[in-house]
């Protein structure tokens, strides 16, 4: 047995060709789950192409992907294709911060998502959704992503920062709209961050709305405290020095909250009736199940525990339409994956979407199969086979919220009705931070 080392290119891996002056992007933004998919099918577990911004390489085997985000994490950052996206509507919140400020505001925020916490979320969210069911009429046509997007803005609002926002919920849907439309714009991908686009304007003005009902929700705060929300305990912290956050500081971590704690949610249950209209099978035994179990009373947290197919159907909605369909990493230092030399600075790509259809992990990907989720078949995964909260120190912190959220939600809607797509509904999806439906997602709600 050879113990030599096997041998580094410092040559890209093979890769698309692209475009002159435009490279890749074209591809990418206007059809961006047919352009990674069919680079992992023609070029194999790591493709790389030059843009005018530098390499960029997909890793496309769940090993790769491990190492970047959880053995050689610290030689990784977010890097300026993330920032370039987020930053304009996030700014320095935890999910673009780096070093010293990520990890005080982690741990500050932290224990609004600890276990303790999050028991304390559950009647919230079942009672926000008994609250929107109210609103349902027996066959009538809803609009399922829009509704699923306002109650968990509420719940959101309501559990981390301890606010009613009934009179900002159309205004925050309305502002993280057209930021996501904006940034899903070719030219805010391929022209300097000079240039003042339409899409940079829509950006701005989505961020001056936003603003305005953050700082009127930071100032409820500020002269009504709380005692345990995420808000408060910003307000209330100190540095050695002694100084506290600024209130631009504590904007980017509410900013950011709201948008990564119901925007993922919205689109994983909204894929998820997606997927049971389509599967009745599926829909039929999840209904058993609940029937068996709640017997018609609300869903509680202790009630999870025996509806092991209802957390099934969750994972494999999660699998097969991932809320977050890639993520994107830089090194600070060169590193060198699957025999290949990855530049500092380097964009590495890394997409659920893509690893999560892999025949080589999953039996018929394609197909919309929660039996699959036995405690063997996970067991049997490699580690980075599904990653839908991404992996290692910068995981998603809401995980465990986001998780218990879209169970309750499930069980609490799917106890009482049945839902039916419209003839013309279909699941067409765009690619920006998350992957969105472009459409409508019209469904009929039949009381059950």
């Given amino acids: 047995m050879s113990n030599e080392t096997p041998p580094v290119s410092t040559e890209m891996p093979p890769g698309p060709d692209g475009l002159p002056l435009v490279g890749n992007y074209p591809a990418f933004v206007r059809r961006p789950f047919e352009f990674m998919t069919q680079n992992a099918a023609e070029y194999g577990d790591i493709v790389g192409w030059e843009e005018l911004d530098g390499p960029i390489y997909q890793l496309n085997h769940p090993d790769h992907i491990e190492q970047v985000l959880v053995q050689n994490n610290q030689n990784y950052i977010k890097g300026d294709a993330f920032q370039r996206t987020l930053s304009p509507i996030t700014g320095d919140g935890i999910l673009n911060s780096e070093g010293a400020v990520w990890r005080r505001n982690r741990h500050l925020i932290q224990p609004a998502f600890g276990p303790s916490r999050i028991s304390e979320y559950a009647e919230m969210m079942t009672d926000a959704t008994e609250e ?19 109650v968990t803005l509420r719940i959101v609002a309501q559990a981390l ?15 993280l709209e057209e930021f996501m439309e904006a940034s899903e714009s070719l030219s805010h991908y391929v022209l300097p961050e000079n240039v003042p686009t339409p899409s940079r304007r829509r950006i701005r003005h989505a961020r001056e709305r936003l603003d305005n009902v953050v700082y009127d929700i930071i100032e409820q705060r500020r ?14 912290v100190s540095d050695d020095e002694g100084d506290g956050l600024s209130t631009e500081q504590i904007r980017d971590e509410v900013v950011t909250l709201l948008l990564a704690g119901h925007e993922t949610t919205a689109l994983s249950l909204t894929f998820t009736a997606y997927a049971l209209a389509r599967h009745p099978e599926v829909e039929k035994r999840l209904v058993a199940e609940l029937d068996e179990v709640l017997d018609g009373e609300t869903p509680t947290m202790a009630d999870l525990a025996e509806l092991p197919y209802t957390e099934q159907v969750v994972k494999e909605s999660m699998r ?25 600075g380097a964009t590495i790509r890394m997409h659920q979407w893509v690893v999560h259809r892999d025949a ?45 959220e879209a169970r309750l939600l499930l069980a609490t809607i799917y106890q009482q009705y049945h839902l039916e797509l419209t003839p013309d509904t279909e699941l067409n999806l765009a690619a920006s931070v998350t992957a969105r439906p472009k459409d409508p997602v019209r469904m009929t709600v039949h009381r059950r």
Wanted: some cysteine.
């Fill in 161 to 175: 920062f301890g606010v009613d926002i009934d009179d900002y919920v159309d205004e925050v849907g309305l502002a």
């Fill in 360 to 404: 080589r992990w999953y039996d018929d990907p394609l197909a919309f199969d929660p039996s699959r989720w036995t405690k063997e078949f996970e067991k049997s995964l490699p580690k980075l086979a599904y990653f839908p909260f991404a992996a290692g120190p910068r995981r998603c912190i809401g995980d465990r919220f986001a998780m218990l």
């Fill in 223 to 236: 002269e009504n405290p709380g005692e345990r929300d995420v808000i408060s305990m910003l307000l209330s």
């Fill in 132 to 150: 929107l069911l109210a609103t349902w009429g027996d066959g009538e046509t809803r609009l399922i992503h829009d509704d699923m997007m306002d």
């Fill in 320 to 344: 097969l339409y991932p809320p977050v369909p890639g993520i994107v990493r830089e090194p600070v230092k060169p590193d060198i994956i699957g025999g290949y030399e990855i530049p500092a």
